[in-house]
């Protein structure tokens, strides 16, 4: 796991050293990614360099030095990632005949890419990847990022040059391109929370999409190709489902996440796994010991003086499995300390509140391990979001109704605020999950809404009308749209969410908050294996009214009793509502003052004061809307520009 960057500067503008320097500070920008060394490879001819920061975790000697020559010396490599099957590429490699004796995974790689090809090579690839492969003969420049987007990768051309880096601030280090900011991503991040690829912040930096291969040579042109598409992997599943109920399938999708577990477990560094208590985790976790000759150490964080604390099921998980279980209690002190890093930690405007938890959850797992295992990806897999459940019901049944109608039935529901909704919960015999009362509102959009596109569009929505928010209204962005063609309204949920909610906010999230501490997070349920049979899978076998995710509670239950996750779903709640009226309303009041939001130039101080001063007043919780305005606020504090 490491931080890349380069520059391919083909009209050679940079005189001398500069270009060497300059990607060199690109470099320095990702210190953090990779704090076990460094190294800077520059063909001056080719007027192209590349930067590598290394975190040292499959054969940590100077074999794994980056940037790698292939032996050919035709190739020049700049890898971030892990291959969990180098040592399938390297047998394949002794049968073509072209024998490698290497524990590393990154010579692996580029003697496969002497051998085979950029496509071909990555085409066998198991793992998370992003990388930069320069062709010396050709002088072309190959950027690849990894099927699902695990692992990310920036990149900005202009007439004279394309760099590129794992993250938006190395390019902003190399002032080698102008940098303007994007008023259509920035109406997408008021409406997700997020910046959906390839956006950025800036109108000139784009993300190379998961699944994609990026190439220039000589001539300029950069060519981008798609050489995985979840879009046709959820298709061609749809059209050739197993039947339903089968158990060969279900026996395998055992299988297959088993293997995805064990691959994950090659590290010649200290290990362990992230334990919420939740389904995902509790599976990945539970294979991870099975696999195991002694106790897997795990981790979990907690905040037990704000209602549902998920590190109790965690612990008792933790206690039945066996594994070396360690767990940190947070509180409103941890939270503020953390926020102030979040502008360095995420580069753009980025909104996700459980970014707190992940960050201190991390810089906690890092004090003891330098990998961890995640179940990040498995709702997205496994049909496990509440919505999945609720939506299509609610389109469904009010497909007929009047418009009059749905309305009437939501201004009913919201005729109890969502704190109400909260109290009424609470006083029920049965075990309701966080925010409720959140939920009960959500549900009330959907109601009103013309159709599951728009009642998803409403459920995704941190501010609905980014026009209402924004002074530069929506900046030309097209709302996202569901696929109909796949039929099932939960197909269509679950891709929609895989092609941007996973990698533009989950992924995202991940990535960064572990990265800032040098620590490699790995994710089974995301091996495309595993992706590619679960689309197979009847939605039936998926979801129904016994609950979500049924294939992984049926794994788990062979291993953990029902009880610790058998419970309504909560996600990584933070309990920022009532913090914002506590303990971070001072922070909170500075950075949402009229002053304040005057100097962005982007925000609608009016319409943000009347959304404070209803969160204040308890009438409703507006969390989520506040965040991204005062996650931007902290942004457009420190941004370069």
Not at 16 to 22: I, K, S
Not at 77 to 82: A, D, I, M, Q, R
Request: charged letters at 20%.
């Amino acid at each position: 796991m490491c931080g890349i960057a380069g520059i391919y500067d083909r009209s050679g503008t940079f005189a001398g050293d500069a270009l060497q320097e300059t990607v060199s500070r690109m470099g320095e920008q990702l210190r953090h990614r990779g704090p076990d060394g460094d190294g800077i490879w520059h063909e001056p001819n080719a007027h192209i360099a590349l930067a590598h920061r290394r975190l040292a975790v499959i054969a940590p000697t100077p074999e794994g030095y980056q940037p790698a020559l292939s032996r050919c010396g035709r190739y020049a490599l700049s890898y971030n990632g892990e291959i969990y099957n180098f040592g399938d590429i390297l047998e394949d490699l002794a049968a073509d005949g072209h024998p490698v004796e290497t524990a590393s995974d990154t010579v692996a790689l580029a003697e496969a890419i002497a051998s085979w090809g950029v496509r071909k090579t990555v085409a066998r690839l198991v793992g998370m990847f992003a990388f930069a492969v320069f062709d010396r003969k050709t002088r072309t420049l190959t950027l690849v990022r990894d099927r699902l987007g695990i692992k990310p990768l920036y990149w900005a051309a202009n007439s004279q040059l394309l760099a590129f880096s794992s993250e938006l601030g190395g390019l902003a280090a190399s002032g080698a391109l102008s940098l303007s900011r994007d008023p259509a991503a920035f109406a997408a991040y008021l409406r997700l929370g997020c910046i959906p690829a390839p956006a950025t912040i800036y109108r000139e930096a784009r993300k190379l999409e998961p699944g994609c291969l990026l190439e220039l040579g000589p001539s300029g042109e950069v060519a981008i190709e798609r050489y995985w598409d979840i879009a046709d992997i959820a298709r061609r599943g749809m059209a050739d489902p197993f039947p339903q109920g089968d158990a060969d399938s279900q026996a395998e999708t055992e299988r297959l996440l088993s293997q995805a577990v064990s691959d994950r477990l090659i590290s010649d560094m200290p290990l362990g796994g992230w334990l919420s208590g939740g389904i995902d985790s509790s599976c990945v976790v539970a294979l991870m010991q099975t696999a195991s000759t002694r106790p897997v150490r795990t981790f979990s964080i907690g905040f037990p003086a704000f209602g549902y604390d998920e590190s109790k099921d965690a612990a008792t998980i933790a206690r039945h499995l066996g594994t070396d279980h360690t767990e940190m209690t947070v509180t409103p002190k941890d939270a503020i300390a953390a926020i102030t890093h979040m502008p360095a930690v995420y580069d753009e405007p980025f909104a996700d509140s459980s970014q707190l938890p992940t960050y201190i959850l991390s810089r906690l797992t890092r004090t003891h391990v330098t990998v961890a295992l995640s179940g990040d990806g498995g709702d997205e897999v496994f049909a496990g979001y509440n919505r999945y459940a609720v939506l299509p019901r609610i389109a469904a049944r009010t497909a007929g109704w009047p418009r009059a109608a749905r309305k009437g039935v939501a201004c009913g529901l919201r005729s109890l605020s969502p704190h109400a909704w909260d109290r009424l919960a609470r006083a029920l015999p049965v075990r309701m999950p966080p925010q409720f009362g959140d939920k009960v509102w959500k549900a009330a959009d959907a109601c009103e809404a013309d159709g599951l596109e728009q009642a998803y569009l409403a459920a995704i929505s941190q501010w609905p009308l980014p026009d209402a928010v924004s002074l530069g209204g929506n900046g030309g962005w097209e709302e996202c749209s569901l696929d109909p063609g796949l039929g099932d309204p939960v197909a269509q949920l679950q891709l929609a969410d895989s092609q941007t909610y996973l990698p533009d906010d989950i992924l995202t999230k991940v990535d960064r908050a572990s990265m800032a501490h040098a620590l490699e997070v790995r994710v089974p349920l995301l091996d495309h294996r595993l992706v590619e049979h679960a689309w197979r899978l009847p939605r039936a076998d998926l979801i129904g009214p016994d609950g979500t995710k049924k294939p992984l509670r049926n794994i788990l239950a062979r291993h953990v009793p029902a009880g610790p996750f058998d419970h309504p779903k909560s996600g990584f709640a933070v309990p920022v509502g009532e913090w914002l009226r506590g303990p971070l309303r001072e922070w909170a009041d500075d950075l949402l003052s009229e002053d304040a939001l005057m100097r962005s130039g982007m925000l609608s101080p009016r319409t943000v004061r009347d959304a404070w001063a209803r969160h204040l007043s308890g009438r409703q919780n507006l969390q989520n809307r506040l965040w991204v305005v005062l996650m931007f606020q902290l942004w457009d504090r420190a941004a370069p520009c």
